[in-house]
């Protein structure tokens, strides 16, 4: 149900959105300082719904659909938020690239094989490259603007964002790679199912 605690989780991490927006866009050290805990306080929520949801046995086909998407819709925003405001250096936009083609060629995935009544797991790779990705967006929300509000000016914060989020970037080129050749492998065996595009002894049949 929409109103279990794990989907009332996962539905906050969309109402954050908007006010995310609204205090980066502020452009004033606290603005960014709130905002980076708006977008921290959302992330965490990631990790909560679907525990609580396997803890008390509540998982709902609402849930599973509702997560990767509020998911990519926080991440989305964040990073156009960086660039629009010019808070990524000419050099970070490239891997904030890299993140946002990865978000949309696993969510066409998604789609394809859901026609084929395949799952796609999150594999063990792809949460540490969510938890860089997250620990990378809050850093550069706050950036050095917003770390001076609670003494730490002094550190190059903007500069360990952007560390976060080549080294997001670098585990998103990996697990992009790997959810693509699970894509295309189970394509095949659909194809073979059907008769299209079999080669000569290729016996592989799709499982439903």
């Known amino acids: 149900m929409p109103t279990d605690l794990p989907n009332l989780l996962t539905l906050s991490r969309i109402a954050a959105i908007p006010v995310l927006v609204a205090f980066a866009a502020i452009g004033t050290p606290w ?15 990631d990790y909560f719904d679907g525990k609580i949801a396997r803890d008390r046995g509540v998982t709902s086909s609402f849930g599973r659909m ?11 925003a964040a990073l156009m938020l960086l660039a629009g405001l010019n808070r990524l250096s000419d050099a970070a936009l490239f891997p904030a690239i890299v993140i946002m083609l990865r978000e949309i060629m696993v969510s066409g995935l998604r789609e394809y094989l859901a026609e084929l ?34 003494g730490l000016g002094a550190l190059p914060v903007s500069l360990i964002g952007e560390l976060l989020l080549w080294a997001a970037a670098a585990l998103t080129l990996a697990t992009g790679w790997d959810y693509l050749q699970a894509g295309l492998r189970h394509a095949g065996q659909a194809d073979a199912a059907n008769g299209h595009g079999a080669g000569p002894g290729d016996n592989t049949v799709a499982r439903p």
Do not use: N
């Open 31 to 45: 603005g960014d300082m709130v905002a980076c805990v708006i977008f921290s306080a959302a992330a965490i929520t």
């Open 66 to 76: 509702l997560d990767p998407i509020a998911d990519k819709l926080l991440v989305g």
């Open 117 to 150: 009544r395949v799952g796609l797991p999150v594999t063990r790779l792809a949460k540490w490259k969510t938890g860089f990705q997250m620990g990378a967006l809050g850093t550069l929300l706050a950036g050095d603007t917003g770390a001076s509000v609670i």
